[in-house]
């Protein structure tokens, strides 16, 4: 079975960018649908973005315009480009393959500062 791992979390200051990774211990391509989704404290967890396997985007209306969904099947990387980072964008944010079967990866923490 795939395993998910997330990476690029961290601090950032508000209108600060960071860029997301997340990397597949095996192939992506038989997965439907790739994507992200994020959980505050206190909150369910929502889907942020997420790509099919041809390429179509679908992203949460709080994120539009900021922030970009992007796979790599080559690599087996899915990615999550955040700029104009918002304090309500403070999650932990989760890795999902979505196919046959499904996975998560354990998450990374993002926090944005006012």
């Known amino acids: 079975q795939v395993q998910l791992v997330e990476s690029g979390g961290g601090l950032v200051q508000a209108g600060g960018s960071l860029r997301l990774s997340c990397a597949a211990s095996g192939n992506i391509f038989s997965f439907n649908t790739m994507g992200w989704y994020r959980q505050a404290p206190g909150k369910q967890r929502e889907l942020v973005a997420a790509?099919?396997?041809?390429?179509?985007?679908n992203y949460a209306d709080s994120v539009k315009g900021r922030f970009t969904i992007a796979r790599d099947n080559a690599k087996n990387t899915v990615y999550l480009q955040m700029n104009s980072l918002k304090p309500e964008d403070t999650a932990v944010y989760y890795c999902n393959a979505d196919g046959s079967y499904r996975v998560w990866g354990q998450g990374t923490q993002v926090t944005v500062s006012s």
């Open positions: 790509i099919t396997s041809g390429g179509g985007t």
